[in-house]
């Protein structure tokens, strides 16, 4: 049986591009005991990937010719593990790819009787989700009332994050690119107002929207946002690290905040999270995220990118910002 995957055709300098990856076609392995034979029918498209591709990568650095590590869910083709049975739906590593052969015992089976799987790496995803509900909830605390910014507010994580303070009773300002990513937050999503740091001075367009300060900033995106965001803060703000994704394409080069110093004058702290610090809170986040996404209270639109050919463009496009809501590929 023939399988096309994405590998690394070479290491990025500096900005990814399409080139760097590459399609190539090879056999299925076998199915040895213990082993699940997988249809993949959707792929993340994740940030982390582009880290893996430099050397000494927090995740693991990707091997040149070896299938791009990305998420995905999958349905089961064949199986020689006793948990999982044909046409059951599974979460996994399952790399860039369309099908493969993994030990049962990396896959994490999937209940799709009432959601489509693809959820579990979107609205009730580990990388989306579950890591807005953490940096949020368990990190920044946000409660009623708090003025909260979120920068890629338009993404995956940001979309999420924003309805979630809201869900709290937060006034929530969404950072993002473009008039149409801002209407997007506005009408969609429910952020109460965005600024597009296109356009013009993010510290100054903040300044005018919360004269007063900000409470809680949910960083995705560092750089200069995060510095325009540090000159506008409140006494006791709390600054939460989620990613920095301005920075990712200049590992060794990093920009770190200029305007630190206001965490003392204001009496503010900053803190960094990922999400796999928080596993004693997985049931709990499951369980709230599957609750407001029943009640209709939590949505997020996904943009699909069909065939795994367009595994490439997909993750450049994540860099550029070229969708809305939650990024995947459905090989
Ligand atoms: N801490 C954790 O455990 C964890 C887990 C998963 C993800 N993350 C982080 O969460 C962040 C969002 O990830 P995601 O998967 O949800 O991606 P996403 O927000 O769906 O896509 C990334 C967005 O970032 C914006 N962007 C890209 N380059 C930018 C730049 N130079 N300046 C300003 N904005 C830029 C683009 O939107 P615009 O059009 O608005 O520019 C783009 O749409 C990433 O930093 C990621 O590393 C953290």
């Not at 023939?2 to 590459?22: T, Y």
């Not at 463009?313 to 910002?321: D, E, P, R, V, Y």
Request: glycine share 12%; net charge negative; charged share 25%.
């Amino acid at each position: 049986m023939k399988n096309r995957k994405v590998v690394l055709a070479a290491r990025p300098d500096g900005q990814l591009k399409e080139s760097d990856m590459r399609v190539v076609e090879e056999e299925v392995a076998e199915l040895g005991d213990g082993m699940v034979l997988l249809q993949i029918e959707h792929l993340s498209i994740d940030a982390f990937i582009r880290t893996t591709f430099d050397e000494a990568a927090f995740h693991g650095t990707a091997e040149l010719g070896n299938a791009i590590i990305a998420l995905g869910t999958a349905r089961v083709l064949d199986s020689r593990f006793e948990g999982l049975h044909q046409g059951d739906a599974v979460f996994g590593p399952v790399c860039a790819q369309e099908k493969v052969a993994l030990p049962g015992v990396m896959l994490q089976k999937i209940d799709d009787s009432q959601l489509p799987a693809r959820c579990h790496l979107g609205v009730l995803g580990l990388t989306t989700g579950m890591t807005a509900y953490a940096g949020m909830l368990k990190v920044a605390k946000v409660k009623k009332d708090d003025l909260v910014v979120v920068s890629a507010a338009a993404g995956a994580v940001g979309s999420c994050a924003c309805q979630i303070a809201k869900l709290q009773g937060a006034t929530v300002i969404g950072i993002a690119g473009g008039e149409e990513k801002g209407s997007f937050l506005r009408e969609e999503i429910g952020c109460d107002s965005t600024i597009d740091y296109k356009q013009g001075n993010v510290s100054e367009q903040l300044m005018e929207l919360a004269p007063e300060g900000v409470d809680v900033f949910f960083d995705n995106v560092g750089g200069e946002i995060l510095d325009d965001v540090l000159a506008n803060i409140r006494p006791g703000a709390r600054i939460v690290i989620c990613g920095a994704i301005s920075q990712y394409e200049r590992v060794g080069e990093v920009n770190g905040p200029v305007n630190y110093l206001k965490l003392a004058e204001r009496n503010a702290s900053m803190g960094g999270f990922t999400v796999n610090y928080f596993e004693q809170d997985y049931p709990e986040m499951q369980e709230n995220l599957g609750k407001w996404v029943m009640e209709g209270s939590l949505r997020l639109p996904e943009h699909i990118e069909e065939g795994i050919d367009q595994f490439p463009k997909a993750l450049t496009l994540l860099f550029s910002g070229g969708h809305k809501g939650k990024l995947m590929v459905a090989p």
